[in-house]
């Protein structure tokens, strides 16, 4: 339904199809261009979709199908020329809004049909096209010239169904697809080219310049010069921030020699302009790799979408790449259309299926238009249209698949939105969710890129502070454990649930050191016991591990030992032991006409002699024979408070012209 050209009208439509050219304009406004509909009728009729009014209308180009080309002058734009029409061609934005288109299978200037290499510039501001580049004609071979240099002569062959990418430079990328080489045979390609805007000129950069040549792979997350991905058709291409573009799927050749008749494609790769090469990242390097879809909406490296081919895809704000679709594998080896929807996060190397069926041939379901709903989803299609508007909001057109009922294929022009979960998918937090009192954490938004607030609580309106991570302070508790928990949103989310996570903080073990022996003599040994927790390390050599330790130092020395409990907390207790050299000890004659008691004790013992004289005396000495003690004794029975403190003391008794001594440990 073309309505009156350049006038919008809510009637407006384009008609089903597959295969068009697509663009995002600088106000937000989505463009298509041509494609095929039924019955081999290609299309160049041009349209823009306003997303603010839900109105499309139709700018240019022809109401009919299968018209030829208008080229006019190189180089030169005019209100007359106009691209033939076709389908599958490659396409691009440039950085300044324009609109770039090479090739695809379509007519030339006479209106041939076949594949085409010419290169066009739309202006929107305009609303003129620009030939710039390659042959009027259809089925021209490509002039390679040397590999890695820029030339005028050069140009890719005529081709479609192509890998296509942009830089942040505004540099052109154009991978494989089906087409010429060096003649008029065409077959799947892996060669990668560049063209610069600046100097209007192509550069085959990397792969091969010849027909339906098979993958190096190397070794999987090695780059090398000598890796390529095979010959293919309808892979997907983007760009990521470091400047890198990935490429994924597509049907073609893995690294065998002879090409299956059905060869669709799961592996993952990254090229790197700069260093020029590239590496196999992820997926199968053999043809019909089967789906791995995992739980839905759980990340994990284990999955992986099954081989296809002719997949819509969009990058959202958070440089996650979403795939919907398809044509190809999903748990068996018997190709057909799909409707799931895979998330790939590139700082991860994981997908995660996030919407849709895994079986193929899948019908629609549409719900009420304008609505949306979980429930909602596309019928299984390839080839559809695809875009993704300023608001970072993805759009989904036509193709070639199912509609609410039918039990075939057919083509489509239904319209789609699809919002991305604007929370993120998880919070991850280091060192984890159960943590020792005393202990600082690192929360990460997993998916929720720079634009994520966080708060205290699930309704609140404060927030804590923004960013993909939030570094949390030393986090306490008493004698029982605390829970704590906090909350993400991104970009302004209106819904809900936000993402959350609960941290455990655990008590640190109460360790109880007890000792044998408070001070000791060089030589002799003393006991120290711990209890409170669960295991011990003792700061011996080598280390103990017992509740309780003999030990004999040979000087003052202070005893750590560390404590964990069940939750692997630890805390840390201490004793210093004195030693004393215990001088002129030896010296003294001892008997056994005399007996203190209890020895060590407190400062009052007990003191019985074997025969009591008159004029028997105790005298007690420090460590170093000072006399610090002295007593008359006044029987064979006495008890003696020295009030001394702490320590080791040496005790003489005279008593009948007799000398009794030893030592005496005060606690």
């Keep these: 339904m073309y309505g009156a050209q350049n006038t919008p009208a809510p009637a407006n439509t384009p008609g089903e199809r597959h295969g068009c050219a697509q663009w995002v304009d600088n106000n937000g406004n989505l463009w298509l261009f041509g494609g095929e509909a039924p019955a081999f009728s290609w299309w160049n009729d041009l349209w823009k979709y306003n997303i603010a009014t839900n109105e499309w209308t139709w700018v240019r180009g022809m109401t009919t199908p299968n018209g030829g080309g208008t080229y006019g002058t190189l180089g030169v734009a005019s209100s007359s020329n106009e691209p033939g029409a076709r389908e599958f061609p490659a396409c691009w934005t440039d950085n300044a809004g324009n609109f770039w288109m090479f090739g695809g299978r379509g007519h030339d200037a006479t209106a041939t049909v076949g594949k085409l290499a010419d290169l066009w510039k739309y202006n929107p501001t305009t609303n003129q096209w620009t030939w710039m580049k390659g042959p009027n004609t259809i089925t021209q071979p490509g002039n390679y010239g040397t590999q890695g240099v820029a030339a005028p002569t050069n140009n890719p062959g005529g081709r479609s169904e192509s890998g296509f990418s942009s830089d942040a430079a505004g540099n052109l990328w154009l991978f494989g697809g089906t087409g010429h080489v060096t003649s008029s045979i065409q077959g799947r390609l892996n060669d990668m080219w560049k063209y610069e805007i600046g100097t209007n000129n192509w550069t085959w950069v990397s792969g091969n310049n010849a027909y339906g040549p098979a993958g190096v792979y190397g070794t999987l997350s090695v780059p090398a010069s000598t890796n390529h991905p095979g010959g293919r058709e309808f892979p997907i291409c983007w760009l990521d921030p470091s400047g890198d573009i990935f490429l994924f799927g597509g049907q073609g050749r893995d690294t065998s020699v ?103 041939n899948q019908n629609g379901i549409y719900g009420t238009i304008g609505v949306p709903a979980p429930a909602n989803i596309p019928g299984a299609r390839e080839y559809s249209i695809f875009w993704t508007d300023l608001n970072n909001k993805f759009w989904l057109f036509g193709g070639e698949g199912f509609d609410i009922s039918s039990t075939s294929e057919g083509h489509m022009n239904d319209l789609w939105s699809y919002s991305i979960p604007c929370n993120p998918d998880s919070i991850t937090v280091a060192p984890g969710k159960s943590i020792c009192s005393g202990t600082s954490l690192v929360l990460t938004a997993v998916s929720g890129g720079p634009g994520t607030i966080w708060y205290p609580t699930a309704a609140s309106t404060a927030s804590i502070a923004g960013g993909s991570t939030l570094a949390v302070s030393t986090l306490t508790t008493g004698t029982s454990p605390t829970t704590y928990s906090y909350f993400a949103e991104t970009n302004n989310c209106t819904l809900t649930p936000r993402a959350s996570i609960t941290i455990t903080v655990n008590h640190l073990p109460t360790l109880t050191l007890s000792v044998s022996h408070t001070v000791i003599c060089k030589g002799e040994t003393v006991t120290l016991t711990i209890s409170g927790a669960n295991t011990y390390s003792w700061n011996t050599s080598p280390v103990l591990t017992a509740t309780s330790i003999v030990v004999s130092p040979a000087a003052n020395f202070t005893y750590n ?107």
């Design 258 to 360: 002879a090409m299956p008749l059905t060869g669709f494609l799961n592996d993952l790769w990254k090229y790197n302009p700069t260093a020029n090469t590239w590496v196999w990242i992820g997926g199968s390097k053999a043809v019909n790799g089967l789906a791995s879809h995992g739980a839905l909406g759980v990340p994990n490296a284990a999955n992986i979408p099954g081989g296809r081919r002719a997949s819509a895809h969009w990058t959202d704000a958070s440089n996650n790449t979403w795939v919907f679709g398809g044509f190809g594998i999903v748990n068996n080896t018997i190709p057909d259309y799909l409707n799931d929807l895979f998330r790939y996060n590139p700082n991860l190397n994981e997908w995660t299926w996030m919407k849709g069926s895994t079986l193929q």
């Design 561 to 667: 030992v560390t404590g964990k409990d069940v939750n692997n907390c630890s805390s840390t207790s201490s004793y210093s032991v004195k030693v004393s050299t215990c001088l002129g000890l030896g010296e003294l004659n001892t008997n056994t006409v005399l007996e203190i008691y209890p020895n060590p004790n407190k400062g009052t013992f007990n003191l019985s002699l074997a025969e009591f004289s008159p004029n028997t005396k105790l005298v007690i000495f420090n460590a170093i024979g000072q006399q610090v003690f002295e007593q008359e004794i006044l029987s064979a029975h006495n008890t003696i408070r020295s009030e001394l403190n702490k320590g080791i003391y040496y005790y003489q008794v005279n008593s009948g012209g007799k000398t009794s001594a030893g030592k005496l440990i005060i606690e």
